[in-house]
C-alpha cells in the first residue's frame, strides 16, 4: 500500500475546522491524489469543541471510513484547546503538531514537544491583520503546507477561490504569510508527553440506562461542564458596578450569581463566553479578556 | 419563592427548571428564552416539546437539563400531546384520582409551529384545551442547519434559499403565526422576545394563569443562524422591535395592546445590516422590507387604537 497521511484537526464549532480540511481534501484531488474529509461532532454547538479528519493517499482508493485515531499530523486552530482536549493522543512518532498560539516555539515546546515535530504560528494575529476577523482555518493551511507535502499549495488556491469568491485573495494572503511565519522544531525523541488531566465524559452502559431511555435524575445536566467551550472569559470591574443584576438575567446559560459580597459572578464551569453580559451591562463593568488555561 | 436579593429588584426565580449545562450555542437567544419562560412559570408545568434546538441541546441522554415533568414528542405532535395530557388529567379527576394542578406546556420551534405542527396546533386551539403553546421563533430550521422554514423572513439567506447569483435569499415573506392563533378566537395571544426579559416574563404568567389554549410568540435570535457575533443576541432581538419588524403586542379576548410603540420607528436598515444572513440585500430589496414594515405596523397600531 502506498503512502496515507492521516490528518486530525481540533477546533471549536463555528471555527472552520471542516472548511480546513474540505478545503485540504479538495487540493489533493486536484493534484490527483485520494483523499477524504469529515467532521465529528455531537449536538454541542458553535463554541465546542469539534474535531475533523483527513486521509490523503498517493494513488490508491481510500476504503477507511472511520474517525482518525493515530494521525500523523495534528492541527490545533484554538490554543484554549490545548488545555482542554488530549490533542496528542494518537499522534505518531515522526508526526507533526501544528499549533496556532501567540506563544514562542520554544515555550510551547516545554508543554507540547515530543517525538513530533512541533510547529507553532500566531494565525489569530494574521488572520485578525487580513481577514479582519479571528478564524484561521485558511491561516493554518499555510502552516499545514509547511510541515507536510501532502498538499500543495498551487493545488489550494482554485478551491479557497471557489470557496470564498471576494474573500479568497486575502484568504490566500493570510494563508502564505502564515507560511513564512511559522515556525518549526524537530523531533524530541526524548522529551515525554507532559501528564495533564483532561476531563473526559463517562458514559453508563445501555444495560445501566432506565428502560425507554428515561432519564430519573432531574437537572442532572448541571454536571455537564460547558466551560471548555469558552474563548473569552468574562471580567468584573467592581467599581463601575451597581449590582444591578442586568447581566445575570440576559446570561443564556444561568451562570451569573451574585458573591458573598454582591457583585456578580460567572460560573466558569458553565460559562460559554457569549459576552453577551460584557455587551448589555450598561455602566460597562464587564469585559471580556482572553481565556487563559492554566 | 427564592429570590435574587438585591439583584434585579423585581422578583425573579433564582432556580427554575431549566438548568445550566445544556449545550446550546454560545450566546443561544432561544436558549435564553426557555430560561425565561420557565422563571416566569415555575414548578407546577409539564413541558411537552417538539424535536428542534432545544431539545437536542437539552436531553442528550444520560442527562436532562430540566427539573420538571417533560415529555418529548414528533416534530409535529407536541401540541396534540400537549392535549392529550390535559384532557388525561381532567379525566383522572373527574374519576376520583384528584391530582395536583399543572399547567401543561408545549413548546416548539418556528418549523414546528408555522410549517409541521400548525394542524395539530389549530385543531387543539380549536377544541379548547387549557394549555399554553410556546412558540420559540428563530426564522428557519436551526438544528438541522438553517433550512428556510414558513417564518424566515424575506430577502434572508438560508442553506436551501442561499443568495447568490440566481436567488436573492427567501423569496416569500414571514409567515403572520400571531394572526393565525388570534383568528381562532383563543383568549391570549401575546408575542415576545428575551431582550425585554421583563416583559416576556409577564406574559408567560399571564398566559399560563388564563384557562384555556393560550399562545406567546418568541423572537429567539440565533446567532448561529443569523450570522452575528455571540454577543450582539439581545442587541439585535432589540433592533427588530425598535424598527417595527417584531412588534410587541398582546390579544386579550380580541383586544389589542401595543406594549411597546416608540414615537418614531428606526430605519430597518438597523435590524438588517448587522446580520450576515442579510449581508446580500440591495438597497431596492431593503426598501421593499421598509414599506411592508410600515405597512404592517400601521395595521397593528390601528387594531390596538380601536381596542
Ligand atoms: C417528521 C420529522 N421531519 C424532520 C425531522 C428532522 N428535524 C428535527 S429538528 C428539525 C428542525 C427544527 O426546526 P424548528 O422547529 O424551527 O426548531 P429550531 O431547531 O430552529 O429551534 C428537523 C427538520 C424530524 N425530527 N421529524
Ligand atoms: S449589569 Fe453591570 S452593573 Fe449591573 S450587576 Fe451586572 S456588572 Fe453590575
Ligand atoms: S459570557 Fe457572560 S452572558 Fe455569556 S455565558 Fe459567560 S457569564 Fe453568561
Ligand atoms: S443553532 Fe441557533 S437556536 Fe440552535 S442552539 Fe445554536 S444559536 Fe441556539
Not at chain 1, 3 to 20: D, F, M, Y
Not at chain 1, 171 to 200: D, F, H, L, Q
Not at chain 1, 255 to 280: F, H, M, S, T
Request: charged residues 20%; glycine residues 8%; proline residues 6%.
Amino acid at each position: 500500500m502506498d503512502k496515507l497521511t492521516e490528518i486530525r484537526w481540533h477546533g471549536r464549532g463555528g471555527q472552520g475546522a471542516v472548511t480546513s480540511a474540505e478545503l485540504t481534501a479538495l487540493a489533493a484531488i486536484k493534484e490527483g491524489k485520494f483523499a477524504q474529509a469529515f467532521p465529528s461532532f455531537g449536538p454541542e454547538r458553535r463554541g465546542a469543541p469539534v474535531l475533523a479528519f483527513n486521509r490523503i493517499s498517493e494513488s490508491e482508493h481510500i476504503r477507511v471510513r472511520s474517525a482518525v485515531t493515530q494521525p500523523d499530523i495534528v492541527v490545533v486552530l484554538d490554543p484554549g484547546l490545548l488545555y482542554i482536549v488530549d490533542v496528542t493522543s494518537g499522534l505518531k512518532d515522526g508526526g507533526a503538531l501544528i499549533i496556532n498560539s501567540s506563544k514562542k516555539l520554544v515555550d510551547i515546546k516545554l508543554e507540547f514537544g515530543g517525538p513530533w515535530q512541533l510547529a507553532v504560528v500566531n494565525a489569530t494575529t494574521i488572520a485578525l491583520e487580513l481577514l479582519k476577523v479571528p478564524i484561521v482555518n485558511t491561516t493554518m493551511l499555510g502552516a499545514l503546507l509547511k510541515v507536510s507535502d501532502a498538499i500543495k499549495l498551487d493545488f489550494l488556491l482554485e478551491p479557497i477561490e471557489e470557496r470564498f469568491g471576494k474573500l479568497a485573495q486575502r484568504n490566500i494572503e493570510a494563508c502564505k504569510r502564515a507560511y513564512e511565519e511559522t515556525s518549526v522544531a524537530e523531533p524530541s525523541p526524548t522529551s515525554k508527553k507532559v501528564e495533564r488531566a483532561y476531563a473526559k465524559e463517562s458514559w453508563p452502559s445501555w444495560q445501566e440506562l432506565a428502560p425507554g431511555f428515561v432519564v430519573t435524575e432531574p437537572g442532572n445536566a448541571r454536571s455537564y461542564r460547558t466551560g471548555d467551550w469558552r474563548a473569552q472569559c468574562p471580567e468584573w470591574n467592581h467599581d463601575r458596578c451597581i449590582k444591578c443584576g442586568i447581566c445575570s438575567l440576559f446570561c443564556p446559560e444561568d451562570c451569573i450569581r451574585p458573591n458573598e459580597r454582591g457583585y456578580p459572578e460567572a460560573d466558569l464551569y458553565y460559562c460559554k463566553g457569549c459576552g453577551i453580559c460584557a455587551r448589555e451591562c450598561w455602566t460597562q463593568a464587564i469585559t471580556m479578556g482572553e481565556e487563559v488555561k492554566e | 419563592m427564592e429570590t435574587l436579593g438585591i439583584y434585579v429588584p423585581r422578583l425573579v426565580t433564582k432556580r427554575q427548571g431549566f438548568t445550566p449545562g445544556h449545550r446550546a450555542c454560545s450566546g443561544c437567544g432561544e436558549a435564553l428564552a426557555v430560561k425565561l419562560v420557565m422563571k416566569a412559570l415555575g414548578r407546577n408545568v409539564i413541558v411537552v416539546m417538539s424535536t428542534g434546538c432545544m431539545e437536542v441541546i437539552s436531553t442528550q441522554l444520560p442527562y436532562t437539563a430540566w427539573e420538571v415533568p417533560w415529555i418529548h414528542t414528533l416534530f409535529e405532535n407536541s401540541a396534540i400531546v400537549a392535549s392529550g395530557i390535559e384532557a388525561g388529567m381532567k379525566a383522572l379527576n373527574r374519576k376520583g384520582t384528584p391530582l395536583p394542578k399543572a399547567k401543561v406546556v408545549a413548546i416548539g420551534g418556528d418549523g414546528a409551529t408555522f410549517d409541521i405542527g400548525l394542524g395539530a396546533i389549530s385543531g387543539a386551539f380549536e377544541r379548547g384545551h387549557d394549555f399554553l403553546y410556546v412558540c420559540l421563533d428563530n426564522e428557519a430550521y436551526m438544528n438541522t442547519g438553517i433550512q428556510r422554514s414558513s417564518a424566515t423572513p424575506f430577502g434572508a439567506s438560508t442553506t436551501t434559499q442561499p443568495a447568490g447569483k440566481v436567488s436573492m435569499g427567501q423569496s416569500t415573506w414571514k409567515k403572520n403565526m400571531p394572526a393565525i392563533a388570534i383568528a381562532h378566537d383563543i383568549p391570549y395571544v401575546a408575542t415576545a422576545c428575551p431582550s425585554y426579559p421583563f416583559d416576556l416574563m409577564n406574559k408567560v404568567k399571564k398566559a399560563a394563569e388564563i384557562e384555556g389554549p393560550t399562545y406567546v410568540h418568541i423572537l429567539s435570535v440565533c446567532p448561529t443562524g443569523w450570522r452575528i457575533p455571540t454577543d450582539m443576541t439581545i442587541r439585535l432581538g432589540r433592533l427588530a422591535v425598535e424598527t417595527g419588524v417584531f412588534p410587541l403586542y398582546e390579544v386579550e379576548n380580541g383586544k389589542y395592546t401595543l406594549n411597546y410603540d416608540p414615537p418614531r420607528l428606526r430605519p430597518v436598515e438597523d435590524y438588517l445590516k448587522p446580520q450576515g444572513r442579510f449581508r446580500h440585500l440591495t438597497p431596492k430589496m431593503v426598501k421593499k422590507i421598509q414599506q411592508r414594515v410600515s405597512v404592517e405596523y400601521a395595521s397593528l397600531k390601528e387594531k390596538a387604537a380601536s381596542g
